[in-house]
């Protein structure tokens, strides 16, 4: 029994059939959405909240009972400590970057896979797909290996070219640009199988009949795909922006944070903070702040993607 | 109760998909009890992969330390013991960046997991003043626990220092590592040098070998490695972080002058010495790239092994070349038993056995990058034998210093970590960077 | 769409050259892992050596990796199943339905994925040892759903919104209830994107390290903790841990092969009429 066979309804003051049917279609609803919220808020919320406690005190981990409220002081801190602007400059221009780079290359990529046969497509998509699926530590592990100057295949490449000098890794101006090729060789597979799901879904009568009409391809490029993709868009630069401004894996394996934190990130930073230096409060102020930089850059993007749901 | 829980849910959502009446097909209810026995089996399965209350034939003991080839060596000797003392033991050999957590969090919920953990000098002041560990006082005078010929006295007197807290032992000293000199005999002697003591001797061959393209390798990545190689290099010019009234005092012209020839050393490196850390620095020597280098005592083992290295039997190894006075860095590992322990007295035994002369040589014959604390063993001619790093790294017993180890330390050694990284890739002022660092942290001291 | 001449070359070597791009580091692992430390540590890349398997067989011996890929199986198949299922529930009632609090749920959300890992980690310990899940692999699985949750709702967020309005209207005219349009009308429609959230679910949970490790005991370890003790901080086993990584690479590179092809079909495209 659907909600549409009700076309007349009739006004009086009992519940109609089409209340009764909308409220059942509320409780269906929630039922649908409660395992969800409910694994989200028990162990994702309730932690940021006691995060958000945590940080107006001094203490470390396992010394719950020794706190010491120090209010806002962690965040004074914060923002007093040369150490903690760089980390927060760094991971800017590291998401920047990564973001950047990987969208284009990743839509590029998966614009292109479709415009080849289909069979091929699909072994390319899934050759491509692999960087994605190899654990973090040994991306991290490659690639320095790749960066090392006495071992690694960057060099001795580098050096065919005469640029055996390049500072790489261990060099201030270019250790965090090296972090940002590894984190796009990593994660742009995400982009472009978000990507070629999404463009799958766009009608390819779309596309004849511009052909017809005699649209170039970056005209169709510009005027259909990316529009029509704009939704998928927003979910990957909101995905891949959070993921890129949390970075921490990547960085902390090949350089530590180094060198003299050219590359810390903020969560190095607040690693360090809470198991090396062992301030854990410090630490958590770090995270919300993190957590308020995230919503502040990407909240515009969720705001078009959570508008209020169309009625079916 | 709360198990059954998820077993709710199916049913649940069956009925309320059902509520409507159906027009459904057979397709659709086929599906839908699909669906309801696939969510219910997911709830079946977690809750039957709880673990049973099986009682255990026996005592398990479950001893908590980092993973590498030590804890492969370690794990044959637990076996023995386990077959002699008639108990179970589960060694959990963990990633070394994971260990401390993993110890922390069961340690402070007390669930009893770990009866014995490794414990190096550095943590010793958080879990002691956490109240996780249980004090050994009464155990290591109890022959019962420790056997009869175990020599309390034996356990050099600088480790038990190092883990008696308020005048309360709470951890056996196990583990000795100490940075070393190691250079390749060969390439000295061509050079027409010998094994350098002082810092100008090093200097000297360090710009020889930069000449002829190669250079020392360093471990100079930003880390824990460049601050241990500076406490050692500090104490060999008799200076400390710290001045004689125990404040910070990192202006003194001795440490400015450490710093400067840390930064002049790092001109004659091995190129990528600024991003490695102890590992790498030991394979440029394994692998015969590097023809001197300082690395770490406990990962030498790899550089005399026939298969794997390229230099075996061609390296020679000496202390860290001093300006003043001969010093070295005694960093150490120890075993303790956490307070929420289930069996205090049977890991206590374990932990005695563990660090008994005949265990420890053992572990010394197995492994010798392995380094006890026990005094009769530094002479042992067996040990010696496979280990020509012996002798330097007992220096390290006698006179070596510990980093320091009070409750701020961690931090003052990450920003000198920085400043450090600062100084030698960048070429930043030894003093100015070391103001830096004494303004910001003198006051925590 | 038959594209032109120059633009099929230039597409062409496009591609070829990311695939050398997205390969290269992967057959380095792959390599290492049959090489002797003596021959991967060499100046310049040896692509001539005498292969070994001693890799291998370590890994097999020194750690319980048997066990180890189980667990990885169990985990990453439940909770990408359990994921996959709530979290399409919820997209679903999140787009479809006219929700009240919709927005503010939606954004909870997005909150949780911004929620540091560090702040949930001890909470989520205190919760499954008091449930006296701690060493099972429950632990894991709730971790890597929580984790995985807002990625997954917000991926089918947006499927769901670019489908057209009009399919799910002209199910419910033909007598469908909302369940019964999901599966029968939404769910194939928006099968890439399923495929898709569940690759790269399968994925992060297969590849995660801190939850997997913290949470469980020995016999409870996954494929990441184990390939971690390989790679200590102290002393790197490069041939080990290559070959622990290029065994554990297998499955999802099987997974992402296999799933393709329902990602790539698109059944969109003819459904709308005029």
């Not at chain 2, 040098?193 to 000297?204: G, H, I, R, V």
Request: proline share 5%.
């Amino acid at each position: 029994m659907g909600i549409m066979t009700i076309t007349a309804a009739p006004s009086s003051a009992f519940q109609t059939p089409k209340v009764r049917a909308i409220h059942r279609d509320q409780r269906l609803a929630i039922l649908l959405l409660l395992p969800a919220a409910m694994t989200i808020f028990l162990v994702m919320i309730v932690p940021l909240g006691f995060a958000l406690y945590a940080s107006l005190f001094d203490y470390s981990l396992g010394q719950e009972n020794n706190m010491s409220f120090v209010f806002l002081d962690n965040y004074l801190r914060f923002f007093a400590d040369p150490v903690a602007f760089r980390s927060l400059i760094n991971t800017v221009v590291f998401t920047l970057l990564s973001l950047s780079l990987g969208l284009s290359l990743g839509l590029g990529i998966a614009v292109l896979l479709k415009r080849i046969n289909p069979a091929t497509a699909n072994v390319l998509r899934a050759i491509f797909a692999m960087p994605l699926l190899i654990s973090p530590i040994i991306v991290g592990l490659v690639w320095r290996y790749i960066y090392d100057p006495t071992y690694g295949l960057a060099y001795y490449l580098l050096r065919f070219v005469g640029l055996q000098n390049f500072g790489g890794l261990t060099s201030s101006a270019t250790a965090l640009l090296c972090i940002v090729v590894a984190d796009v060789w990593h994660t742009t597979p995400f982009i472009i199988l978000v990507a070629s799901a999404g463009l799958t879904m766009i009608p390819d009568e779309l596309y004849e009949a511009a052909r017809i009409d005699g649209a170039s391809s970056f005209h169709m490029l510009f005027r259909i795909t990316i529009p029509l993709l704009a939704k998928v868009l927003t979910v990957l630069i909101l995905v891949r922006g959070t993921d890129a401004f949390r970075i921490f894996d990547l960085v902390y394996g090949l350089t530590g944070g180094g060198p003299a934190n050219a590359t810390t990130s903020l969560s190095v930073f607040a690693y360090k903070q809470a198991f090396e230096n062992n301030k854990m409060g410090f630490a958590m102020a770090t995270s919300v702040i993190t957590l308020v930089c995230l919503v502040v850059l990407f909240g515009p993007f969720m705001r078009n993607s959570a508008r209020k749901g169309k009625e079916i | 109760m709360l198990k059954k829980l998820p077993l709710l849910f199916p049913v649940a959502l069956s009925r309320m998909s059902s509520a409507a009446p159906s027009t459904s097909s057979p397709v659709e209810s086929k599906l839908r009890r699909r669906r309801t026995l696939g969510l219910t089996l997911t709830a079946l399965l977690l809750a039957w992969s709880s673990p049973g209350g099986h009682a255990a034939a026996g005592i398990t003991l479950t001893v908590s330390r980092w993973a590498g080839p030590q804890a492969d060596t370690q794990r044959q000797l637990l076996d023995e013991y386990a077959k002699e003392a008639g108990v179970t033991v589960k060694l959990d050999a963990i990633d070394y960046g994971q260990l401390k957590q993993k110890q922390t969090l069961n340690m402070r919920t007390k669930t009893g997991e770990y009866d014995l953990v490794y414990v190096p000098e550095a943590w010793m002041g958080e879990y002691s003043k956490a109240g996780y560990l249980t004090s050994l006082d009464n155990y290591v005078t109890n022959p019962k626990l420790t056997g009869d010929d175990w020599n309390f006295a034996d356990l050099a007197k600088v480790g038990l220092g190092i883990y008696t807290v308020d005048g309360s032992l709470l951890a056996l000293p196990y583990f000795v590592q100490t940075p070393l000199l190691v250079y390749n005999q060969d390439a000295l002697k061509q050079g027409g040098f010998e094994a350098p003591k002082t810092w100008a001797d090093l200097l000297k061959i360090a710009k020889y070998f930069k000449e002829k393209g190669s250079g020392i390798a360093l471990p100079y990545r930003q880390g824990s490695a460049i601050t241990d190689v500076l406490a050692v290099l500090l104490a060999g010019n008799g200076a400390s972080f710290f001045n004689p009234e125990g404040k910070l005092a990192l202006t003194q012209p001795a440490v400015v002058e450490t710093v400067k020839f840390m930064q002049e050393l790092g001109q004659y490196s091995l190129n990528g010495s600024k991003g490695w850390h102890w590992d790498e620095v030991n394979k440029a020597l394994q692998f015969g790239q590097a023809p001197m280098g300082i690395t770490a005592s406990g990962l030498v083992k790899a550089l005399e092994d026939e298969n794997d290295s390229n230099v075996a039997g061609k390296l020679g190894y000496a202390p860290i070349p001093y300006n003043k006075q001969p010093a070295a860095l005694l960093q150490s590992w120890a075993w303790a038993v956490p307070a929420d322990s289930k069996h205090k007295e049977e890991s206590f035994k374990l932990a005695a056995w563990l660090t008994s002369k005949a265990a420890l040589s053992k572990m010394s014959k197995a492994d010798p990058s392995f380094i006890s604390f026990r005094v009769s063993l530094t002479s042992d001619p067996e040990i010696a034998k496979k280990a020509p790093w012996l002798g330097t790294a007992n220096q390290a017993l006698t006179n070596g210093v510990t980093l320091p180890l009070r409750p701020e330390a961690p931090q003052l050694l990450n920003a000198l970590a920085t400043g450090l990284s600062g100084v030698v890739t960048n070429g930043d002022d030894p003093a100015k960077m070391l103001e830096g660092v004494q303004t910001s942290l003198a006051s925590k001291f | 769409m038959k594209p032109l001449r120059l633009g099929s070359i230039a597409t062409w070597i496009i591609l070829g050259l990311f695939t050398l791009w997205t390969v290269v580091p992967i057959a380095l692992v792959v390599l290492n892992s049959f090489k002797r430390a003596k021959d991967i540590f060499t100046t310049s890349p040896q692509l001539w050596f005498t292969p070994t398997l001693v890799n291998y067989v370590n890994a097999l011996t020194k750690a319980n990796f048997g066990l180890y890929y189980c667990n990885s199986i169990v985990v990453a198949v439940v909770s990408t199943a359990v994921v996959i299922g709530i979290g399409t529930f919820a997209a679903y009632a999140l787009t479809s339905f006219r929700l009240i609090a919709a927005n503010t749920v939606a954004n909870g959300f997005f909150l949780g994925k911004l929620v540091p890992v560090i702040s949930m980690l001890l909470p989520l310990f205190v919760i499954i040892n008091s449930l006296g899940l701690r060493g099972t692999l429950a632990g894991p699985i709730i971790a890597h759903v929580a984790l995985n949750l807002p990625f997954v709702v917000w991926l089918m967020m947006g499927f769901l919104r670019d489908v057209p309005p009009e399919l799910q209207q002209a199910a419910m005219i033909d007598g469908c209830t909302r369940m019964q349009t999901f599966w029968k009308v939404l769910v194939p429609v928006i099968l890439p994107g399923i495929a898709a959230a569940s690759v790269l679910a399968m994925q992060y949970s297969w590849n995660e390290l801190l939850f997997s490790l913290q949470l469980t005991t020995l016999d409870t370890y996954t494929v990441p903790v184990g390939i971690a003790g390989f790679v200590g901080s102290i002393s790197v086993d490069w041939g080990l841990s290559s070959a622990a990584a290029t065994a554990a690479m297998i499955p999802p590179i099987l997974l992402g092969f296999f799933v393709q092809k329902y990602i790539a079909s698109g059944t969109i495209g003819g459904s709308v009429k005029g």
